[in-house]
């Protein structure tokens, strides 16, 4: 939700910049340079993890939705 809460904050002035004729013509084009690295990282944070106890192997079958064997 953060990541979406700085994606409209960013987008916002940048739109009110570019009605309002101070935003430069390179403003918007500026938003995917800004914005994507941040989503990447929430990305990579938001995939499953291995955790005491439990098998990276088995995180992976899940992942690809093959059975879980010993579980």
Known sequence: MNTG????AD????LA???A?????N???SYQAERRPMALRTI??????PRPG??????LDRARGEPVTGA
Do not use: S
């Not at 809460?5 to 409209?8: F, L, P, R, W």
């Not at 987008?11 to 940048?14: A, E, M, T």
């Not at 990579?44 to 993890?49: M, Q, T, V």
């Not at 439990?54 to 995180?59: F, T, V, W």
């Open 5 to 8: 809460v700085g994606d409209a």
């Open 11 to 14: 987008l916002g002035w940048k």
């Open 17 to 19: 910049a570019e009605v």
């Open 21 to 25: 004729g101070w935003g430069g013509a």
């Open 27 to 29: 403003l918007l084009d």
């Open 44 to 49: 990579a944070e938001a995939r499953p993890r």
């Open 54 to 59: 439990r098998d990276a192997h088995e995180l």
